[in-house]
């Protein structure tokens, strides 16, 4: 499995952005589980949504009706869209792979693979 983040970056309290993750070798039988997760300094990685092959997404209650993610199966990418942010969303954010059973952000098992992060500062 290999992941790659890009559009990580600074925005002011109530913008938006959009991440994406460039994903391969992720599928199991035609199904797959993908999620973001996102971890401040010094505290432990958190998973923030997650997206199955079946089409059902999970989300955290902090980011939920702000946060939706999404897949785009022709190009492999995953992506987060980011809508009224703050800055307790600031963290690095982590694309993420896991088996299709697990694929919830409730889920303990929840999050095998990462990529390398992109950061995301929130400024008010």
């Known amino acids: 499995v290999q992941l790659e983040e890009s559009g990580g970056g600074s925005v002011q309290a109530g913008g938006s952005l959009r991440l994406s993750c460039l ?5 199991h039988d035609g199904q797959y589980c993908l999620g973001w997760f996102r971890q401040v300094a010094g505290k432990e990685r958190q998973p923030v ?3 199955h092959s079946d089409g059902k997404t999970t989300y955290a209650d902090s980011v939920q009706g702000r946060f939706t993610i999404s897949h785009d199966s022709a190009t492999n990418t995953l992506y987060l869209q980011m809508n009224t942010l703050k800055p307790a969303d600031t963290a690095m954010y982590y694309c993420a792979a896991e088996s299709p059973t697990y694929c919830s ?3 303990p098992q929840f999050g095998t693979y990462f990529g390398r992060g992109t950061q995301v500062t929130v400024s008010s």
């Open 49 to 51: 949504a997650s997206i």
């Open 105 to 107: 952000v409730t889920y």
């Open 23 to 27: 994903a391969s070798g992720y599928t």
